[in-house]
């Protein structure tokens, strides 16, 4: 019997060209369906609850899908969650990991569903490379000024258009969402920025932290950002920042 | 003027054939030697406090080079032991990066004088495989008994001689250590091996890990453990556990 399946999913994003499948290329949607549908004998759907760029990272992304578990090799019994996942883990390269298989209602669409995502950014900028962390970090050539990266955060929080904070020019929804945290953080030489939201816009976390940076490096003061957001003009806004720094922590339903 | 210098080395042995330098082959010890050859504008030979296996990892890895650090370019100012690390640094590749440079006595030598080294290996054993740890753990089809295996730890801790732990089956030269500490801990799914000792022979630390997993899985009894190291044959011990999940933590001199 079909069943819809609520799948959570780590990756490390280095060697794939995003979420969102494409033909001829490694992506981490198109490596699930390849394996569901390898496990179900027919093509398997895998809807994500958003689509993470080329190099960003998971440790919780959310999918679902609507599949038969049912094992024709053993009986005709039907696989369980662990059994879907432990089928999957075997099969996927080891930079793809299934967290978590669960049975969900219906109605579940990892999408749709979603009513809000907790993204980590990280930094570092202590003096020696950090060798093993190197591919999940940005590293940075100077120390920024986090006090003054907090001040702009400030500004940053709430319900706005984050129409300047948006890497697709020909954007016709609304670009108004809602971040309800940006928390940044250091521990010794990392800093991390964590946003929390309803939902962000393409690229936005990573030009949130390019311009956060700026700002750390005293280019852009605190109190222009409310300037930036009101122009709504992708130039005011700081460089996106490079994906390898960027992971997908959870996604709430 | 030529100084002995003092290097810690932190790199991810992954893409190596190990330390040692190799004709054509990539080795850390190659490319440290590269990298200050460059500086120097002559050969210059790093000396390690040890060899590590192809795929070994260092987190405190320490070795030993004598040159003269003046910088040609700039008027002849010798260079400080901190723009010799960034020098280092600017120019290995991002697996392999200097954490300290120090000048050392002349008589100062990283495998002579070296009077203690920590490794650990580190296992996995948890349903899920870890992502972003993948390079740096073995993991493993069972849980082992840990209990078991701290049980048969005891008895390779203290003086032996270590032949039936030693990779080398030609090693000439007295196979007795000092292991003072070996020690077993779970945390979550990770399972970390803490050996520290006086020196270790060729293999002898994955032999010992290999032999403990089958400790752990019921395959060897603790009490047998006096009969292998007596035994003194490579044949008695069990398998040389994975080179991925060893790492070289630190040289005590």
Same sequence: chains 1, 2.
Wanted: proline share 4%; with cysteine.
């Amino acid at each position: 019997m079909k069943k819809n399946y609520k799948i959570t999913i780590c990756y490390d994003g280095s060697r794939y060209y995003g979420w969102e499948h494409q033909p001829d290329r490694d992506t981490i949607q198109g490596k699930l369906e390849n394996v569901l549908t390898r496990m179900c004998g027919e093509f398997i759907d895998v809807l994500g609850a958003g689509r993470t760029d080329a190099g960003v990272h998971a440790r919780g992304m959310v999918a679902n899908a609507v599949f038969d578990a049912t094992d024709k090799e053993r009986g005709g019994r039907e696989r369980t969650p662990d059994e879907i996942r432990d089928y999957m883990n075997r099969y996927l390269p080891d930079d793809i990991a299934v967290k978590e298989v669960r049975e969900a209602s219906e109605r579940f669409h990892a999408r749709y569903k979603a009513v809000g995502k907790l993204y980590r950014y990280t930094c570092y900028d202590g003096p020696v490379k950090p060798v093993f962390q190197r591919k999940y970090v940005a590293v940075l050539e100077k120390r920024p000024d986090v006090e003054k990266m907090q001040q702009a955060a400030a500004y940053l929080e709430g319900k706005h258009d984050y129409k300047s904070f948006c890497g697709n020019p020909r954007m016709k929804k609304s670009t108004v969402r809602v971040v309800d945290k940006i928390e940044i953080t250091r521990k010794g030489s990392f800093i991390y920025f964590d946003f929390h939201g309803t939902g962000f816009l393409q690229n936005m976390v990573r030009i949130l932290v390019g311009t956060l940076l700026e700002v750390g490096k005293g280019k852009i003061r605190p109190e222009q950002i409310p300037e930036i957001l009101e122009a709504k003009n992708r130039q005011m806004a700081g460089p996106t920042a490079p994906a390898q720094g960027l992971c997908l922590i959870k996604v709430d339903y």
